[in-house]
Structures are given as structure tokens and as C-alpha cells.
């Protein structure tokens, strides 16, 4: 009896002891919220870098295949498209027509941008069933918006070229 007393005893505090080095690891190993909002504003810095890396890439171009004067239609090719660019010489779509050059951008150029300057290594925009990003053009930019986090967004103005990720509070 007492044998059998000094078993049970040793096996409840044992079984206590697997129960909580199990709820410990669960804890432990439930990926911490803050480091991957970290992680994920890391990725969209490096694909905001990535979409500037290849404006500058195709305004250059712009400059060296033509007289650097004015919008100038399928003027570089890029992947399987050839890329259009507006009065300032930088690149704003593939689907223009000699008319629509001088309007502003939308949502399908902003999104024509995206495939055709970062080609197979780009985070996915919606529709794609993995897509991480939605796009807008909204007053003549385009605006890549995060699904995670509606705070983060990658915004391309045409006009200037530039290239800013943005983090809203």
C-alpha cells in the first residue's frame, strides 16, 4: 500500500510537470505578434526598395533610348511587356494608347508597374489567391496596401518617381 501510495504521488507531480513543460513550449513557440509585424515591415522595405531600384533602372533607360523629351509609348521591355513613360520619363504602365499618355494613372497600370518591374520576386497583390498586397491608384499614385496591416503601404508617384513605404498610426 504504501508502495503504491509513493507511485501515485511521484506520477501526479510528474504528469504536473509534463503539463506544464507542454503549456511552456506553447507559449514559447506562439510566434510574437509585434516580431512579425517586424518581419513583414522588413519584407514590404525591401520590395518598396526592389519597385525605386527599378524606376531608377527604367528611367535611365528612358533617357538613353530616347531624346528624353516627352511620354514615349512601349519605349522599354521589361519581362514580356513593353513599358510606356509619361512627360517626366518615368514608367506608368504597358497598356497605354498615344490618347491615354497624358491621363492619370490607374489601378491596372499600377498594377501592369508592379508585374513588369519586379518581375517572378514581387509579394503577390490582389486578386492572386496568395496575394499579401491590394493596389489603388488614388490622385495620380499608386498605392500598394498591405492585407495584414491596412497601416503599411507602399506608395510610387509617377510624376516624381519617387518610392516611399509608408507606415500610418
Given at each position: 500500500?504504501?508502495?503504491?501510495?509513493?507511485?501515485?504521488?511521484?506520477?501526479?507531480?510528474?504528469?504536473?510537470?509534463?503539463?506544464?513543460?507542454?503549456?511552456?513550449?506553447?507559449?514559447?513557440?506562439?510566434?510574437?505578434?509585434?516580431?512579425?509585424?517586424?518581419?513583414?515591415?522588413?519584407?514590404?522595405?525591401?520590395?518598396?526598395?526592389?519597385?525605386?531600384?527599378?524606376?531608377?533602372?527604367?528611367?535611365?533607360?528612358?533617357?538613353?533610348?530616347?531624346?528624353?523629351?516627352?511620354?514615349?509609348?512601349?519605349?522599354?521591355?521589361?519581362?514580356?511587356?513593353?513599358?510606356?513613360?509619361?512627360?517626366?520619363?518615368?514608367?506608368?504602365?504597358?497598356?497605354?494608347?498615344?490618347?491615354?499618355?497624358?491621363?492619370?494613372?490607374?489601378?491596372?497600370?499600377?498594377?501592369?508597374?508592379?508585374?513588369?518591374?519586379?518581375?517572378?520576386?514581387?509579394p503577390m497583390i490582389t486578386p492572386e489567391p496568395r496575394a499579401s498586397l491590394s493596389v489603388k491608384a488614388i490622385q495620380g499614385k499608386c498605392v500598394f496596401t498591405s492585407l495584414d496591416y491596412g497601416n503599411m503601404a507602399i506608395e510610387y508617384k509617377p510624376?516624381?518617381?519617387?518610392?516611399?513605404?509608408?507606415?500610418?498610426?
Amino acid at each position: 500500500m504504501a508502495m503504491k501510495l509513493y507511485f501515485s504521488r511521484h506520477l501526479g507531480w510528474a504528469l504536473l510537470l509534463i503539463i506544464f513543460c507542454f503549456i511552456f513550449f506553447v507559449i514559447w513557440s506562439y510566434p510574437n505578434q509585434k516580431a512579425r509585424k517586424t518581419q513583414y515591415a522588413k519584407m514590404l522595405g525591401v520590395s518598396s526598395n526592389a519597385l525605386q531600384q527599378g524606376i531608377i533602372y527604367s528611367h535611365l533607360k528612358y533617357h538613353s533610348l530616347s531624346d528624353g523629351t516627352g511620354a514615349k509609348l512601349d519605349l522599354l521591355k521589361m519581362g514580356n511587356s513593353l513599358v510606356d513613360f509619361n512627360q517626366f520619363g518615368f514608367p506608368i504602365g504597358n497598356s497605354h494608347t498615344e490618347d491615354s499618355l497624358k491621363l492619370g494613372i490607374t489601378t491596372a497600370h499600377c498594377r501592369e508597374l508592379w508585374d513588369d518591374l519586379l518581375q517572378p520576386m514581387r509579394p503577390m497583390i490582389t486578386p492572386e489567391p496568395r496575394a499579401s498586397l491590394s493596389v489603388k491608384a488614388i490622385q495620380g499614385k499608386c498605392v500598394f496596401t498591405s492585407l495584414d496591416y491596412g497601416n503599411m503601404a507602399i506608395e510610387y508617384k509617377p510624376a516624381s518617381g519617387s518610392v516611399q513605404l509608408q507606415v500610418y498610426d
